[in-house]
């Protein structure tokens, strides 16, 4: 769906003086413009070139405009392009027929320019609040499909756990015990982590996720979280390693949005490294900007992986290299925080070669910092 200023708007008339006047009052005002002077051929300019909105004359020879629509409301492929009538036929039964063969508005010849104007511009507005609308529900029926199997499958690990613990107590040794615990820390900790990406989106899309641009000390927040995720890491032999360049400058960020991007790259980079591999993280100037980089040696990704990266759910080709649960959310999460504090992603990858995301953070001016 385009912009406003962006739509394409098809006018079928048979009356070229008509085509013109209307075509000039639209593409003055920033509309792309498409004619027809007949049924048929608006119909075939709409098989050429699906148009946003269509200004429709009823009055035509070889198929008046009535019959257009029908067949426009027919067809899955043009059943949802607003039809607006423009005509002289000015009697009730007509008006009602047209809103009846599936028409959004009706009016009526002669016309006030800037009637004609508000109006296509509503049912574009319209349009795309319907098309948002039919999106957040395809990503609902999603979400609750992928957060219903990622959390089944813990779920029932855990359960498989206790229920063995239960009923064959006498065979547990204190090892058996131990492992079965770390088993189900390790569970939940996946678990939670769903959660939290879950929670994360959920107040992004809300808007309700507000985020206080300051001056920040990077280097403080990374190295913290770094060491975090050391005994993660040394769980599946993965060594992290960490550099900062001295004197850092401050950053202009948020710290909460900030702890958010590295917990995901990091988090993310340990889920799909082998054992005995390292992550890397780094920080130092580069420009105005401070450069965040965080890298693995672990299993990269496709061309085809790196144009879905950011979206979310995206399932990437390459799994979890210790049976760590992915939904798909922590990257979508990253690249819209790294946009809402106006800094910079980039990836460079390689499958079977590892992975390499770099931010750039804008520096805060002396003033800020002061």
């Known amino acids: 769906m385009n912009n406003h200023d962006e739509a394409l708007i098809l006018i079928v008339d048979d009356i070229p003086r008509n085509l013109q006047v209307l075509g000039s009052i639209l593409s003055e005002n920033g509309f792309g413009v498409s004619v027809a002077s007949s049924g048929q051929g608006a119909l075939d300019a709409i098989a050429a070139n699906k148009p946003d909105v269509v200004l429709l004359d009823i009055q035509m020879p070889d198929m008046d405009g009535f019959d257009v629509c029908t067949h426009l409301k027919a067809n899955p492929a043009t059943a949802d392009v607003p039809v607006i009538f423009l005509t002289a036929r000015t009697e009730i039964d007509d008006i009602v027929r047209g809103f009846e063969v599936g028409a959004v508005d009706y009016i009526t010849k002669p016309f006030i320019s800037q009637e004609l104007l508000a109006r296509v511009r509503t049912h574009l507005r319209l349009v795309r609040q319907n098309k948002r609308l039919q999106d957040l529900n395809s990503e609902k029926d999603e979400f609750l499909g992928i957060a219903a199997h990622d959390l089944r499958n813990p779920l029932s690990k855990i359960q498989f756990i206790a229920e063995k613990m239960a009923y064959e107590a006498d065979t547990f040794t204190p090892d058996l015990i131990n492992d079965a615990a770390q088993d189900i820390v390790h569970t939940v900790s996946g678990m939670m982590e769903l959660i939290s990406n879950l929670l994360d989106t959920n107040a992004i899309e809300q808007g309700k996720l507000a985020l206080e641009l300051n001056p920040i000390e990077i280097g403080v927040i990374v190295e913290h979280i770094v060491k975090d995720y050391e005994a993660r890491a040394g769980k599946k032999k993965i060594t992290m390693h960490y550099e ?95 946009d809402r504090l106006h800094a910079e992603i980039s990836v460079e990858s390689t499958a079977g070669k590892g992975t390499l995301f770099t931010i750039l953070f804008p520096i805060a001016s002396d003033a800020e910092a002061s």
Do not use: C, W
Request: net charge neutral; charged share 20%.
């Open 244 to 338: 900062q360049s001295e004197n850092l400058p401050m950053v202009q960020a948020d710290e909460v949005a900030i702890a958010q991007i590295l917990d995901n790259l990091i988090s993310n980079a340990i889920k799909y490294s082998p054992t005995r591999t390292q992550v890397t993280t780094r920080l130092f100037v580069q420009g105005a900007f401070v450069r965040l980089d965080v890298q693995d040696q672990g299993l990269g990704m496709t061309d085809e992986d790196k144009k879905r990266l950011f979206q979310k759910f995206a399932r990437l080709s390459a799994q979890p290299t210790g049976n760590e649960h992915s939904i798909g959310l922590g990257l979508s999460i990253v690249k819209t925080l790294v």
